[in-house]
């Protein structure tokens, strides 16, 4: 491209939008734009009139830059002419939202999918992750439940219980550390068992007060993960967690237990512990039963072996883990742990570096890493 020609057309250019009625400053903004423009279309279409092209693109930037002003300008003059705002009435809807996409028209695995990405902020993948499906499965079910409330009238919510399993599934994110989301769901949990009296309202309520008192020792100052054997039990919040034991207490006295009150009981087991080795895992196995009654999860078998390990021994934790899924998330760093303790640290260290690369999350990564390094060197020395 000529660029002295380009140099040489600007000052006729520039008098032409003036003589048409543009300002000056206005008008040298609009003629600079058009020269932009030309250094990027003509080298692959030059215009045969060089100087009439660029007094059209300089014309044109120059009315868009006009008609945007004006905008601005009537937008400035509404917003001058409205009085003066009164108090506004303090409403939350973020719950009602939830409510609303869970629509009885969808199953109750899609309206949290639906409520988890158009609500709840997280992204396909991190839901994918959560029900354990591939991403693209998860983008269909979505894409599904889109279709099938487009043009339905939300007018009438959905029950509770997928409402619940929405928040449970947001706050897990949350407390993941990818996304801090577990304020926000615990606030919103609170409200709905302040205005429904429904007992695993509370049990959710109480299982995720009791994960969170024990957040600020979860992570090293490094940003390491820390197991919850070897957290500072110290640091737990002890008010959040005589508040979860509370309101869970009160819940399990109405007999009508759910998977949130079984959730949280198991989680009062280790908050009731002084130390790690005081934990009651006899009574956690027994936890995880009835929870497995009442939902046939597969991460609830995988975390009954590792329970089992901590009551029984590492063996007896490896034959319950041997009955599960190895595709399981998870699965190969449990059975690393339950070698590490059965005196295996061969075989666990080769496990903890193959859990290590799949590990979702950076900190747990690096703390797998660091597992096999300890045991490949105890071996070297």
Not at 156 to 172: E, H, K, Q, S, W
Not at 219 to 246: C, F, K, N
Not at 253 to 266: H, Y
Not at 346 to 363: F, G, N, Q, V
Request: charged share 25%; hydrophobic share 45%.
């Amino acid at each position: 491209m000529d660029e002295a020609l380009l140099r040489s057309l600007t000052p006729s250019v520039l008098t032409i939008l003036v003589r048409r009625g543009a300002d000056f400053a206005a008008a040298e903004d609009a003629v600079q734009d058009a020269l932009i423009e030309a250094l990027r279309v003509w080298p692959e279409a030059p215009p045969r009139d060089a100087k009439g092209w660029l007094v059209t693109a300089a014309w044109r930037k120059f009315l868009d830059q006009a008609r945007a002003d004006s905008a601005r300008r009537r937008r400035e003059d509404l917003v001058d002419e409205e009085p003066a705002p009164g108090p506004a009435p303090d409403v939350d809807d973020t719950l009602q939202l939830y409510f609303l996409c869970a629509h009885p028209s969808l199953t109750p695995s899609s309206a949290v999918a639906l409520t988890l990405r158009a609500v709840g902020g997280l992204t396909t993948r991190q839901i994918a992750q959560a029900y354990l499906v591939p991403e693209a499965t998860m983008a269909q079910r979505i894409s599904r439940a889109k279709r099938t409330v487009s043009g339905v009238r939300f007018d009438r919510p959905g029950d509770v219980a997928t409402v619940l399993r929405v928040l449970y599934l947001v706050f897990n994110e949350g407390y993941s550390g990818d996304v801090d989301l577990s304020a926000e769901a615990i606030r919103l949990t609170r409200q709905l068992a302040g205005t429904i009296d429904h007992p695993e309202v509370a049990g959710l309520l109480a299982l995720m007060l009791l994960h969170h008192a024990r957040r600020a020792s979860r992570t090293a100052p490094d940003g390491g993960l820390v197991p919850l054997a070897e957290q500072d039990r110290g640091r737990w919040d002890t008010a959040s967690i005589a508040e979860g034991i509370g309101i869970l207490q009160a819940a399990l006295a109405r007999d009508r237990l759910g998977e949130f009150q079984a959730q949280a009981a198991i989680a009062a087991l280790h908050a009731d512990a002084f130390t790690a080795e005081e934990t009651d895992w006899v009574q956690i196995v027994e936890w995880y039963d009835e929870l497995l009654r009442l939902t046939d999860n597969p991460v609830v078998r995988l975390n009954r072996a590792v329970a089992v390990g901590e009551a029984d021994g590492p063996r007896a934790g490896l034959a319950e883990l041997a009955a599960l899924d190895d595709s399981l998330p998870r699965h190969t760093a449990v059975a690393a742990y339950l070698h590490d303790r059965d005196g295996d640290p061969e075989t666990a260290a080769r496990l903890y570096a193959e859990a290590a690369r799949k590990a979702p999350h950076l900190a747990e990564r690096d703390y797998l890493t660091r597992q096999a390094a300890r045991l490949n060197a105890g071996r070297r020395r």
